[in-house]
C-alpha cells in the first residue's frame, strides 16, 4: 500500500477552477493505477477519473469535458484539474491508488486511499 495526501481544495464560485492534488509516498507509485472520486453528504462515494499507468484516463460521464486527471510519476503526484465547477460537484474528494497497472472505476478495486478534501461550489 502507499499512503495519499490530497490537497487543493476549497470554496469557489460556478464555473470557477480548482486543481487537486494527492501526493503519494511509495518507490513503486510509477506502476500504479489511481483514481479520484467523490462523496456528497447523505450519498454514496462514486466514481470520478482515474488513470493508468501509462497516461491513459476515464471519467464519468458528468466532468466529461470539465475534469482532468494526470500524474507526474517523478512527483510521486496525481491530479485532478476542475473547469467549470457546478455546485453538484460539491462533495469530499478522495484520490485512492490499487497495485496494478489498469485503472477502475469502482471503490472496491482500489487498495489504498487519501484522507479526503473538501470541495464547495456556490451557485
Known amino acids: 500500500q502507499v499512503q495519499l495526501v490530497e490537497s487543493g481544495g476549497g470554496l469557489v464560485q460556478a464555473g470557477g477552477s480548482l486543481r487537486l492534488s494527492c501526493a503519494a509516498s511509495?518507490?513503486?507509485?510509477?506502476?500504479?493505477?489511481l483514481g479520484w472520486f467523490r462523496q456528497a453528504p447523505g450519498k454514496e462515494r462514486e466514481f470520478v477519473a482515474s488513470?493508468?499507468?501509462?497516461?491513459?484516463?476515464y471519467y464519468t460521464d458528468s466532468v466529461q469535458g470539465r475534469f482532468t486527471i494526470s500524474r507526474d510519476n517523478a512527483k510521486n503526484t496525481v491530479y485532478l484539474q476542475m473547469n467549470n465547477l457546478k455546485p453538484e460537484d460539491t462533495a469530499v474528494y478522495y484520490c485512492a491508488a490499487r497495485q496494478s497497472f489498469t485503472a477502475a472505476p469502482t471503490a472496491d478495486r482500489y487498495d489504498s486511499w487519501g484522507q479526503g478534501t473538501q470541495v464547495t461550489v456556490s451557485s
Open positions: 511509495g518507490r513503486i507509485f510509477k506502476t500504479y493505477g
Open positions: 488513470i493508468t499507468w501509462g497516461g491513459s484516463a
